[in-house]
């Protein structure tokens, strides 16, 4: 199989580094991209990255702009789209979605039109716990995580009979820089009704701070995995959506037994509601 050449947002930590760095090492060529200084990615061009400055949240013409410089030496295969940070709040204070939600949606666009024409391709999607199960004091964050998955559900059926696959990862706590007091955002003018759980937050993101349980390298190795039908994939059928580490697969577990629980037990009533 000729190598397939990947296009990740978000390079410059975390997730998006670990990804840049096992892509190159299973032989793939990989566009690393972040926003700011390019100096920023200089390691992962030492390392055999094609480095772009790429901030998700300009508009749509400007990333179509740096998509086609980067379609100029050669066409893209995947597609993954993992910049995105935490903003911790009250649902309602909560503002923003510029990164998380739009700035996929700007990228994805970006991209779609090239992948179209190749009939192949495919886009993948980093979600989150928290576009599971809502959490005290995660509105914001979990509010752009849940929009992503009802996007990506939809594009998915529009796209397949391209030829373009994606799909969605749920990644439970991993230890990267996400949680690092300096990139959780917090609102600076906070309601006083809501200071026992906005302490709790602040409280619990310093605590688990470097103490994540789960791995980036090992998460990124199933990605990889699962977009080339290699290592764990193999003889399995592309998932839908496949959370990552324990604690997620608890999420999703207690949601699903949850909403099951609701249809057994209101199922007379849910199917009231017909014209008779
Ligand atoms: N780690 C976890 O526990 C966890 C759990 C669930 C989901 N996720 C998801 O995994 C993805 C990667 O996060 P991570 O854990 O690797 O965190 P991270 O180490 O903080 O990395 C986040 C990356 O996103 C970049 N980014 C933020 N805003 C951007 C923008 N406007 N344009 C371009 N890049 C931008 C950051 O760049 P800068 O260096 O410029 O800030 C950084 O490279 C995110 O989508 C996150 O929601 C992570």
Redesign the pocket.
């Known amino acids: 199989m000729s190598p397939m050449r990947w296009l990740v ?8 580094e670990s990804l840049v760095r096992n892509i190159i090492a299973r032989g793939d060529k990989v566009v690393a991209t ?3 200084d390019l100096y920023r990615l200089s390691s992962l061009k030492e390392a055999g990255a094609e480095t772009f400055t ?4 300009a508009s749509l013409s400007d990333i179509k702009m740096v998509v086609a410089k980067i379609l100029e030496s050669g066409p893209i295969d995947v597609l993954v789209n ?4 935490i903003e911790a709040g009250l649902a309602e204070e909560a503002t923003y979605f510029e ?2 939600f739009f ?1 996929v949606i700007k990228t994805t666009q970006a991209i779609l039109p090239h992948l179209r024409e190749k009939k192949s391709g495919f886009v993948v999607f ?1 979600g ?3 576009g599971i199960a809502g959490e005290p004091g995660a509105g914001p964050y979990c509010g752009t995580k849940f929009a992503l998955e009802g996007w990506y559900d939809c594009l998915k059926q529009e796209t397949a009979h391209l030829g373009i696959k994606s799909v969605i990862f749920e ?4 230890r ?3 949680m690092d007091p300096a ?1 959780v955002k917090l609102r600076s003018e906070p309601i006083d009704d809501y200071k026992p759980i906005r302490d709790g937050v602040t409280q619990f993101v310093q605590s688990i701070n470097g103490h ?1 349980p ?1 791995d980036p390298k090992k998460a990124v190795s199933i990605i990889i995995d699962v977009v080339k039908d290699e290592g764990v994939a193999q003889g399995r059928p592309l998932p839908e959506r496949l959370p990552l580490g324990p604690d997620c697969l608890a999420t999703l577990r207690k949601k699903a037994v949850s909403n099951l629980n609701i249809c057994n037990e209101w199922e007379d009533v849910i199917r009231s509601t017909n014209f008779d």
């Not at 993992?82 to 940070?85: M, Q, S």
């Open positions: 947002t978000g390079s410059s930590s975390g997730i998006g972040a926003r700011g790429l901030d998700v949240t993992n910049a995105g940070y990164t998380n700035g980093i989150s716990s928290g990644l439970g706590f991993f990267t820089k996400i990139n994540q789960g």
